[in-house]
């Protein structure tokens, strides 16, 4: 579920400075600010609801014709899902696109082959974000590929959580 909050507009400019300065979308910084205090899986859990919802709002997007932001939001469910798997296997915080990739190799062995075809179809969506020039059918393709990234991930996640119960 997703609430509405209204802040001021200066102090959005200067959310968004900060999170453009650490490496992190808006929903991304916004989570890590608001859940500083939760244990690793009860992170790992927001970061894969907050991915799911971008996955949705991506496909929005792309219905809307904005491949622009459609693009830009499957790269950041990818990279919310690859952080919870982090946060979740080894209370990791992952504070850069270099860990990021590196992390996916670690995902890509776990799970399997298929994990790299996924976060290379994610980085072509952050490039489509910035030079816009892939096409809805390139958003949709990628799009699949990223939803099972964030239910296999997702699913780990509550496979331990329910373990750990």
Request: aromatic fraction near 8%.
């Amino acid at each position: 579920m997703a609430e509405t909050i209204i802040i001021p507009r200066s102090i959005i400019r200067r959310i968004l400075r900060e999170a453009e300065r650490m490496g992190m979308s808006l929903e991304e910084y916004v989570i890590e600010l608001l859940s500083q205090s939760l244990d690793p899986r009860d992170k790992a859990i927001e970061y894969i609801e907050v991915a799911k919802m971008l996955l949705e709002q991506a496909r929005i997007e792309l219905e809307k014709g904005d491949i622009r932001q459609a693009a830009e939001k499957t790269w950041g469910a990818a990279a919310l899902a690859v952080k919870a798997y982090a946060y979740m296997k080894e209370g990791k915080h992952i504070r850069s696109h270099g860990e990021l990739w590196k992390y996916t190799d670690i995902l890509k062995k776990e799970l399997g082959d298929w994990v790299h075809d996924a976060w290379m179809s994610a980085n072509g969506m952050h490039v489509c974000f910035y030079e816009g020039w892939c096409t809805q059918d390139h958003v949709k393709d990628s799009l699949k590929r990223i939803i099972k990234l964030v239910r296999e991930i997702e699913s780990k996640i509550k496979n331990k959580a329910s373990l750990s119960r």
